[in-house]
């Protein structure tokens, strides 16, 4: 940036992005000092290099304030655990899918586990049967992401919400936090880039923890 730039000539861009040309270095400096910007390479591997004329404290500011909402914006995926019996109760069974209703309207997916006791292992169609009721009463908010599958005592299904479903969960979750009074907000970078950024945490992949949050 600026007098650490050792190539002869560059080529410049203007802070509009206009092409200005070849032209020495000196030439550039001046043409920056005169608009009191900086020079700075944007591509140094090319021959000539290229410079553009920005201001780099101004750059580095919004590029840290975009990198911090990206972060606030991302939601973790977690897969929640739901396990009923293939003979559940009615009253059992509308509870636990309300339960269901309510993670994938969440945004998370959810891992839903059949089990099997005793003489039950020999009537595994009991347990996709239920599965297969599940699946068709949540279709308006989640689909099957992977289909029933019998795991040694049990049969096991994950169901995923809806990318749109998903969508509103993030907007309600980043409605609810609202942006923070830049005044107020310690965390906020300052204008030369150095202050860190505190208090976030960066989202986890797609399979995040599984959480069982459906009791026995």
Request: glycine share 10%; charged share 35%.
């Given at each position: 940036m600026n007098e650490q730039i050792r190539a002869r000539e560059v080529r410049l861009v203007g802070p509009e992005g206009e092409q200005v040309g070849i032209v020495p270095l000196e030439r550039a400096l001046q043409l920056a000092a005169d608009v009191d910007l900086d020079l700075v390479e944007v591509a140094p591997m090319a021959r000539p290099p290229v410079c553009k004329l920005m201001d780099f404290g101004k750059f580095k500011y919004e590029s840290a304030l975009k990198a911090r909402e990206a972060r606030r914006n991302q939601q973790q995926?977690?897969?929640k655990e739901m396990k009923l019996r293939p003979k559940i109760d009615p009253h059992d069974y509308e509870t636990k899918k309300g339960h269901v209703v309510r993670f994938l309207k969440a945004g998370d997916k959810v891992k839903v586990t059949i089990m099997f006791?005793?003489?039950?292992?020999?009537?595994?169609?009991?347990?996709y049967?239920?599965?297969?009721?599940?699946?068709?009463e949540i279709t308006d908010l989640g689909y099957v992401e992977a289909a029933p599958k019998?795991?040694?005592?049990?049969?096991?299904?994950?169901?995923?919400?809806h990318r749109a479903v998903k969508a509103s969960a993030v907007a309600a979750t980043a409605s609810r936090t609202?942006?923070?009074?830049?005044?107020?907000?310690?965390?906020?970078?300052s204008a030369d880039g150095e202050n860190p950024v505190v208090g976030e945490t960066a989202a986890a992949g797609e399979t995040g923890p599984t959480a069982?949050?459906?009791g026995q």
């Open positions: 995926t977690v897969i006791r005793g003489r039950e292992q020999s009537r595994p169609e009991l347990g049967r239920l599965l297969r009721r599940l699946e068709s019998q795991d040694g005592r049990n049969m096991i299904m994950v169901l995923a919400p609202g942006p923070r009074d830049r005044t107020g907000d310690e965390s906020a970078p069982d949050t459906s």
